[in-house]
């Protein structure tokens, strides 16, 4: 046992570690007033639950409570609670040891990996405290445990590798850290700035924080006056059955400075092996700030103690516009960040999370199909995006979409899953074109085999479209076919006149030089023309929105193409080629052929003058 004013050494390995915790491994100084907080209300619970076959320990001190005490003058700032305290060994076990184990093996990995890792040491008693470090030169500690013959004990170190212990005096039961700043950090003696602190990473601990702070009397004079810091109602924490719509809105509001109702509460709490709870809300609208504010999400609470105002590991980047809270009995409360997004807990809590919300939105689509509607009109960019970037849920989030199609009213929309029910037995894919409205789309000669046939066709109109649903590839087990390009398995078909076109064909391939091929087309009922990309190709519809992204540098691929054997000016065509193979007509009537397919796909032609120059000939010809 340690004499009265006996100075200990940390080893070697504590030191470095302890360089390390106060300069490396917290990114925010802010966070040590919420890391002592936390601590003083862990010790009021152990305090709180020892007395349950132990009443006399409390010695009738059961006025829970956490103080902040600073001090202008000495430039000290202090934390004092009555929880539980610290024996003399306790003192020497918790503060005067950072780790117990595993501290040099944690050291040696975080230099091979020269880079922040996952300490083993995180959460371990200790470490919170030393975040004090951070902005103060010395610290001090005085305490007594609980029970009515326990002797105080004061514990001094300035954080450079040594520390005094010693025996002193207190009345009461509990811990008191005297933090004496530095003079960068004499910002944290200004009242309102720990006011503003506790009320943003502690305001739902569940013990009254307290601190003096500036009241005016009637006269205008300034007295000190006990205030309370915290509000100490954690929403989440209280039964679903005790909260109106009223309190979750008017919480919604404070989270996310939305003043509209959500489209929907997710209130649940998560047992077993993980135990956490969770309060999310699905917004029925875009804040007007959405597309230009910092990604946000869920805020992660440990025990009612925000570690994180934004935890980009709770959800994924595409759900980003989910609000609320998650509090964790479980996480430990971490060293950073950085290392906490690495941490499987937390991979858990997501895929928890992520599950419920899925549930939820198709709970919504189900029984509240207007409520999702406009919802999905403000955010299916996102879920969109999501089947691109979460090969997972990737199915998930298709069951979710939204989709207008040929055969549906343009007021109405369907779900993937709708299109799939009624497709006819003989429909192999799933079939779509992507433009930029429907007015485009729903008149291009594309589509006229798929009316013929009886088979639907999905009209998809955002740009995001162009991303996810060639990502998503297939639908219960059906595959998707944009009906704008050819598919691998088809582009050697043929026609069964390809024959008796073969020269006139080859003719217009010498003469159109713009396109990759020319073919006869199976898909062609009414028009004369169509172009159609290869399996691997850009479409149309792809090209021109990397046209105006400024993403293509002239070098466009050129498509097929298609020309319907059975129309009158192909058949005149084919006839004039019989009848004088070096008719200028082949040229003149190729050429408009090619370029009303491409003003049918909703592209530029290149040559607008050339084009009215054939047009007027033909006009003058007939």
């Known amino acids: 046992m340690s004499k009265p004013g006996e100075k200990r050494e940390f080893k070697t390995e504590l030191k470095q570690l302890l360089h390390l915790i106060t300069h490396s491994l917290y990114s925010n ?3 040590f007033l919420r890391e002592l907080i936390s601590n003083a209300s862990d010790a009021i619970n152990k305090i709180k639950f020892n007395s349950l076959d132990k009443d006399e320990i409390l010695e009738g001190n059961k006025d829970w409570k956490i103080q902040i005490v600073p001090d202008k003058d000495k430039k000290t700032l202090t934390i004092i609670d009555n929880g539980i305290g610290m024996s003399h060994d306790d003192v020497i076990e918790n503060l005067g040891t950072i780790a117990k184990s595993g501290t040099k093996a944690f050291l040696e990995r975080l230099n091979q990996e020269k880079a922040q890792a996952k300490p083993e040491l995180i959460g371990q008693f200790g470490v919170g405290f030393y975040s004090a470090f951070m902005v103060a030169d010395k610290v001090t500690v005085r305490t007594r445990a609980a029970g009515p013959n326990a002797e105080a004990v004061k514990w001094e170190s300035d954080g450079q590798g040594d520390y005094l212990i010693e025996s002193t005096e207190k009345a009461d039961r509990g811990t008191e850290i005297t933090l004496h700043l530095k003079e960068e950090a004499e910002e944290f003696l200004d009242r309102y700035k720990l006011r503003t602190l506790v009320r943003k990473f502690s305001d739902f601990v569940e013990y009254p924080i307290v601190m003096e702070v500036e009241h005016f009397d009637e006269k205008g004079n300034k007295e000190l006056k006990p205030e309370t810091l915290n509000s100490q109602k954690a929403i989440w924490l209280r039964p679903k059955s005790e909260i109106t719509l009223e309190e979750y809105q008017t919480f919604y509001q404070q989270i996310s400075n939305d003043y509209e109702k959500p489209a929907k509460v997710i209130h649940y709490t998560a047992e077993g092996r993980t135990e956490f709870r969770v309060l999310m809300f699905i917004p029925a609208k875009k804040p007007f700030n959405f597309d230009w504010e910092e990604p946000k999400g869920l805020r992660l609470y440990i025990q009612r103690v925000l570690i994180m105002e934004t935890c980009d590991g709770l959800l994924p980047g595409y759900l980003r516009f989910v609000r609320g809270v998650v509090d964790s009995a479980d996480l430990p409360l971490n060293i950073s960040r950085e290392l906490l997004q690495h941490n499987p807990m937390l ?7 992520v599950s419920n919300i899925f549930d939820e939105l198709n709970s919504l689509r189900t029984n509240e199909a207007e409520v999702y509607r406009s919802f999905f009109n403000e955010f299916g960019d996102h879920l969109k995006r999501g089947i691109g970037d979460d090969r997972t ?6 069951d979710l979409l939204l989709v207008q199609s040929m055969n549906t009213p343009k007021e109405n929309v369907i779900t993937l899953a709708d299109y799939v029910e009624k497709m006819p037995a003989n429909q192999e894919s799933i079939y779509y074109l992507i433009g930029e409205s429907r007015s485009l789309i729903e008149h291009s000669p594309l589509l006229e085999k798929f009316r013929a046939d009886g088979f639907d066709v999905l009209f998809l109109v955002d740009p995001i479209d162009e991303y996810a649903f060639p990502s998503l590839g297939e639908y219960k087990g059906k595959k998707l076919q944009a009906i704008d390009r050819v598919p691998a398995s088809k582009e050697n078909e043929t026609h069964p006149q390809e024959e008796n076109f073969k020269d006139l064909i080859q003719l217009l391939k010498e003469k159109i030089t713009d396109v990759g091929d020319i073919k006869l087309s199976n898909r062609l009922k009414e028009s004369a023309s169509c172009l159609v990309a290869d399996a691997n190709a850009m479409t149309a519809h792809y090209e021109r929105l990397m046209q105006r992204m400024g993403r293509l540098d ?6 097929t ?9 192909v058949q005149k065509l084919k006839t004039i080629h019989q009848q004088n193979p070096a008719d200028p007509l082949l040229e003149l009537f190729g050429n408009l052929l090619y370029e009303q397919a491409v003003i049918a796909e909703g592209s530029k032609i290149k040559d607008p003058a050339g084009f009215s120059k054939r047009i007027n000939d033909l006009i003058a010809r007939a």
Do not use: T
């Open 29 to 31: 100084r802010e966070i």
């Open 347 to 353: 991979e858990k809590i997501q895929k928890n999370v």
């Open 393 to 398: 849920n990737r199915e998930k989030l298709a």
């Open 554 to 559: 002239g070098s466009e691929g050129k498509r």
């Open 561 to 569: 193409l298609e020309i319907n054997p059975d129309h009158p000016i």
